[in-house]
């Protein structure tokens, strides 16, 4: 099982399906992580909100390409966010 290493953030372009660590090509697997609550920042919010992290198969670099999603109340939806406003699409 590889090591896990610290969450890169980084932008997609047109696409992202390479893993820039080890050139893995056949995309990502993906994992959610809770945003935390408590850090200072000028969008308050009542909903959970988690990051989707891409993960490498290969050799488990973590990616965060600034996906939100949020999974409180009957209906999944996606959250979106523009720098410092947080709305739900």
């Known amino acids: 099982m590889p090591v896990l290493r610290e969450i890169e953030?980084?932008?997609?372009?047109?696409?992202?399906?390479?893993?820039?660590?080890c050139g893995y090509d056949y995309g990502f697997h993906t994992s959610f992580l809770k945003v935390d609550a408590s850090k200072k920042s000028p969008v308050k919010?009542?909903?959970?909100?988690?990051?989707?992290?891409?993960?490498?198969?290969e050799c488990g670099a973590r990616y965060?390409?600034?996906?939100?999603v949020s999974?409180?109340?009957?209906?999944?939806?996606?959250?979106r966010t523009t720098?410092?406003?947080?709305?739900t699409v």
């Open 45 to 57: 919010s009542t909903r959970e909100v988690f990051k989707v992290i891409l993960i490498c198969p």
């Open 9 to 21: 953030v980084c932008k997609i372009d047109e696409e992202f399906r390479v893993c820039p660590a």
């Open 71 to 79: 999974f409180t109340g009957s209906e999944p939806g996606v959250v």
């Open 83 to 87: 720098g410092h406003q947080v709305s």
């Open 64 to 68: 965060d390409v600034g996906w939100r």
